[in-house]
């Protein structure tokens, strides 16, 4: 649950303004301000936000090998928040600081939870049996169904 509030923390906080830019124009016109987002500044914060959104959902998906992929998803992910939020903090004109820095908060924390995820994920409870392919029981009434009986019948009665 961490790492989707995290991850739409970054997406949100990458798509407020970050940057004001005056642009001088000849008189008697005004400075024309420019407002750039953390998304406009980099290409790569938004879809890093949005590939950590997807691995909340798949840390819940997999197991094993799975999940320690997903967890190395997931510090690269932070990783590229991380570092759009460094350009969010270095650049000339940055208007509020405290966006770039909250959003590199949200990259460490989503670095956090992907190292989390490496070192403990593997005895973290998976999801049930019957979300699996291939589970599927020999008795149960659809296979008696498959099989032409009438599953409701005690004698197995194939249906005509």
Known sequence: MGVLVFAGLALWLGTRPW???LVARPDPLPAERLTRSGADTTGWLNPSAVVAMAGAGALLATRGLGRRLVGALLV??????????????????AARVLLPAGNALSGLALCAAGAATLRFGAGWPTMGARYERGTERKDDMWSALDRGEDPTRPDGHHLS
Do not use: K, R
């Open 76 to 93: 690269l992910a932070g990783l590229g928040v991380l570092a759009a939020s460094g350009y969010g903090l270095d650049a000339d004109g």
């Open 19 to 21: 940057l004001v830019e």
